[in-house]
């Protein structure tokens, strides 16, 4: 335990809790004094006669001068304006209190809560580097919703590396659906808001190096989920690594992005079911007020 003195005190001890004797301390260059404790330990400290004194907490502000400090490093910018009013509090009240020499450990936890979940809220504008799609709901009607591996909600999670890294591998065919190797299976993300966009990135699952990945694909986008349009195809895909799959189209107009698969990747589960499964898919553009200058 390190603690500091208020005022002046002439003297200051410990109690040896091995031979029940005073022993001096003396402060640091910075003017702390020091005393070691085992867990659970009190200590006993004897100051001069004429001096009362008491302990008191010092709240440890490193995880909210953290926070801050992430903030800070944001660009405005580059966020959408809902939600930046609030963030923009938040970051101002956190600093107030790890300013603050008398606050608690409770007011610098609550303030760098408030300020992370302040910044959670916030959205970035479509750009350079920006993926759409990412933690966007995915609607499948055939997924492994098996939810260690696999699941509808993994194609769009901001995750893909091998099973040894992590359990979310990506979405995948249900292997009990029985499905042939030409049926039909549609894949659609909702991106909440329209925007102009220009690429869509396929991530194969890492690990079996893209070899569940389809062969025959479609990709379309769609302003209102009902009236499609085709941005880009593939035909007779095989990987033997899981590389990502860019397709860049000219900027067009939508908000639901839909994968159709017409011929699965050739392998077939020990049920039957013909396979294909998705690491990841990622969708860029711009907004659609043409606000932003973006370079893809
Ligand atoms: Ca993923």
């Given at each position: 335990m390190r603690f500091s003195l208020d005022n002046d005190v002439p003297s200051i001890s410990y109690i040896s809790d091995v031979t029940g004797e005073c022993v001096a301390m003396s402060p640091d260059p910075d003017g702390f004094y020091s005393v070691s404790l085992k867990a659970g330990d009190g200590i006993l400290l004897k100051a001069a006669d004429n001096y009362s004194f008491a302990l008191k907490d010092e709240a440890n502000l490193f995880y909210l001068n953290k926070a801050i400090a992430a903030a800070e490093s944001l660009d405005p910018a580059m966020y959408k304006p809902c939600g930046k009013e609030e963030f923009s509090e938040a970051l101002a009240e956190a600093k107030r209190v790890a300013a603050d020499g008398a606050v608690t450990q409770v007011q610098a936890d609550n303030a760098r809560a408030a300020l992370v979940k302040a910044q959670g809220v916030l959205k970035r504008l479509a750009g350079?580097?920006?993926?759409?799609?990412?933690?966007k709901a995915v609607s499948a009607v055939n997924s492994y919703e098996e939810g260690t591996f696999f699941s509808r909600a993994y194609l769009t999670d901001g995750i893909n590396v091998s099973v040894y890294q992590c359990t979310h591998a990506g979405w995948s065919v249900d292997?009990?659906?029985?499905?042939?190797?030409?049926d039909p299976v549609e894949l659609s993300v909702d991106l909440e808001e329209p925007y102009l966009l220009n690429k869509i990135v396929l991530k194969p699952c890492i690990f079996n190096s893209g070899a569940s990945f389809p062969r025959d694909f479609k990709l379309c986008v769609s302003k209102d989920g009902e009236t499609w349009t085709e941005t880009a195809s593939a035909e007779g895909v095989k990987l033997t690594e899981a590389i990502d799959l860019n397709y860049a189209f000219e900027p067009v107009e939508g908000r639901y992005v839909k994968l159709t698969i017409t011929r699965h990747s050739g392998q077939t589960d020990k049920t039957g079911t013909s396979l294909s499964q998705i690491g990841e898919l990622e969708v860029y553009g711009t907004e659609l007020n043409g606000s932003e200058s973006v370079v893809l």
């Open positions: 350079d580097g920006v993926n759409l799609a990412l933690h292997p009990f659906s029985g499905i042939g190797p030409e």
